[in-house]
């Protein structure tokens, strides 16, 4: 594993855990603070957890993103086949662009329109 890429993910995991941290102690106040003594804790759990999963999916968007522009799966990281469909005349269907990993399942269709396509 490349050492940047190690470091991105070090950098989201502080980043999951001190939210989820913040947010513990938020929900357990606010519910508190409403009367729900017994069920603080709890329901400072369920905000951390709900915070926690919507950082890493994040995380998980941006690696996307990053692998796709340098045109790699972002599972596997093998290169990606590109097959470019071009729009049909009249705007009947618009141009797309089919990513594919060879190596697994891994498959993306972007719309894409390039400069031979119909206009
Ligand atoms: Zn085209
Ligand atoms: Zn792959």
């Known amino acids: 594993m490349p050492t940047s890429r190690y470091a991105a993910m070090l ?3 502080a980043l999951i855990v001190l939210a989820a941290a913040a ?3 938020t929900g357990t106040r606010i ?3 409403l009367g729900f003594d017994a069920a603080a804790p709890g329901v400072g759990v369920i905000v951390a957890v709900a915070v926690a999963v919507t950082i890493w999916r994040w995380g998980r968007a941006d690696h996307d993103a990053i ?11 093998a290169g ?3 097959r470019h469909e071009h729009a049909l005349p009249g705007m009947r269907r618009e141009g797309m662009l089919e990513l594919r990993c ?7 269709i972007e ?5 031979r396509c119909a206009t």
């Not at 060879?102 to 993306?108: K, L, Y």
Request: proline share 9%; glycine share 8%.
């Open 102 to 108: 060879p190596d697994c399942a891994f498959e993306r």
């Open 111 to 115: 719309p894409l329109t390039c400069d």
């Open 23 to 25: 947010w513990f102690v």
């Open 11 to 13: 950098a989201w995991g």
């Open 67 to 77: 692998a796709l522009e340098r045109g790699a799966c972002p599972r596997c990281g």
């Open 31 to 33: 519910s508190a603070r």
């Open 80 to 82: 990606l086949a590109r």
